[in-house]
């Protein structure tokens, strides 16, 4: 086939590093038993068919590198036939009337296939990057391994969250019966209405909502809705009404929590607000309005996957989350004015507050800060596509988080793609580094930073804000 | 990205064709003289300076990962990395001790440990051997044998003039997770 010996090293490597671990990975998720039954049947489907074409990938690679690899290749044929083995087993006992998966497995089954996914990302990338020095005909057929392994790696991907999403009424089903027993206590006549409650999200979220949504309804209850008599007196409807509607908007689900009840209460919403925090979500109170209370909570779709925007600042690449992404531009530097030690540009018909991640980061003082941290860029060069460029001044970019007045900027050096990721936390250690939501592995081996956009409005556009008015 | 590859496949190799240092690093393998496994420790190199290690805490030894920057953190972490799959924390371990910067080399290696149940990485210069010791070489760190380190030291080894620090890992997570008001520059 003509290959150079440093192409026949490179699959080597592949092979030999790449393909094990991803196996292993499909070996254990062939080994968890899932008991949705039709879904069952799906994700056993994907899985083979992400087999096959990792054993295309295998063949392939067998078929053009040195023989190194061929004993790779019989124990991984010998562990699919055992891990085959294991799902059929799998299948057969489980008991069809069974629909509740055990939790950690479907957990690991989640994170073996976001694993895979991005194993799929890192296989790319290899791809490309070895395509320009094979001859064409073996650069294609690689490519339509790959291809494939991407659609079907995608394909159990998407069945496992299908797996993971449940409808939100599984968090309801108590309330009914609290409020019927609260409106006896309290001798109220209290009315509960859901709107959308169909709308389905991850298992998790839905399952750890339930408490803080049973502390905002008992606070409806006891605090807002107000006796009969005291309703008819300011010419309300003897019955309170509390509303929760549930919508999806993009990746977020917003479920809004109404209720007709007087506008001044107490309350403390500290529980609830780390409640929500913890499933990456947001709380918002509006209790100032004439006709009841208001709360309206903000969560993900899903704690595993999220599309997410790539940015590089001073030679450091950070992924945003494209849930509160609006748009990301180049600017100039004169576009930037400067009042004090504040930023701003013009968005439209509002004056917004920008920060330069690689101030708010600290990221100039890196190579004090860290002796052994790879990529120790000059400060005046960028990545571009993976190749090093030299840094301009005059190109900026800026990528506008939230909308109107409550819209921010972060700048950047640039902006180079979206991409689909599974956020991994940082670990207990790590946990309580500002500004940061997570990370994750790139296709190339590297651990980048997920940025908590909440943490940076908080820390650094907040202040800005409270100065300006 | 291809010599990155070749370069992947040549750390392979080559820790593959250090054998003795594979052995030095199968932990499983050490496991299974548990009678004797407190006393056991793996030395390594900050700088110029030996230090040991209960090899019961060892995890892994590899080659220097990626290691990412990771912005606003306590200044002796040096970045994160991962392995399989996690994201741990990596300690420069010269910063730690006080010595001058230092940079990765061939030599260079990272020793994942597990203490209180955390998992995380120590960068240090060279790694040395294993020694099985007795408990009357091991003396409770009095005073500093060298800078800094009764700070992540609490007992040392005495081989007849020559001290040598064992390092308490329970200090050095104090150092990276706690607040420090200790000057260590």
Redesign the interface.
Known sequence: MGMDA?TA??F???A??QLPDLHRKLAALAKLPVSKREADSELAQAISAVQASFFRLNEWISGHSAGTTSDHLTQNEIKLEHSQAELTKNADYEDESNVATNKSQLDSLT?LAA?LVCDRTRFSS?EE??RS?IPRNIASTLAEAIQQLDRHTKQMRDTVMKIRMVPLSHAFSRLPTMVRELSAQLGKDIELQFIGESTVLDKTIVEQIEDPLIRLIQNSCKQGIETPDTRQKVGKPSAGLIKISVRQEGNYILIVINDDGQAQRDVDMDIVQSQISKLQGTLELDSAQAHGTTVTIKLPLTLAMAQSLLVESAG?LFAIPMGSVIESKRITPEEIQVNGNTHFIQQYDFKIPVIYLHE????DS?NE??????NQNQKNQIRLH?KIVARREDRLYVVIIGSGEQSFGLIVDQVLYQQEIAI???????HT????A??F?SG??????VLDLEQIESRFISPVRRRAA | ??L???N??DS?DSANSQSEQQTLISNGALKTELEVENYKFFSFFIHDTEYLLPIANVEEVTN??????????N?F??????LR??????I?M??ISGSP????SPE?RLIVVREAG???GL?VDRINHVVTLSADHIERQTQSSYPNSENFCSQKLKNGNRFTGIIDLSKL?TL??GETNLDLS
């Open positions: 440093l090293s490179a080597t490597a592949l030999r590093t994170s694993e290899i990057d070895i020095i450091e708010a980061f600290k990221l890196k800060l860290s002796w052994y941290s790879k993976d991994k936390s940082l670990g207990p250690i790590l580094l500002p500004c940061i997570g990370g592995i190339n081996g590297e651990v980048v930073l | 990205m291809t990155d590859l070749s992947r496949s392979f220097l990962p990626s290691i990412s920057f990771l912005p606003n953190a200044r972490l040096d970045g994160a990395f991962h799959g996690s994201i741990l924390p990596a420069n010269r910063k910067r230092g940079e990765p260079s955390l998992d995380f960068i997570l990276i997770t």
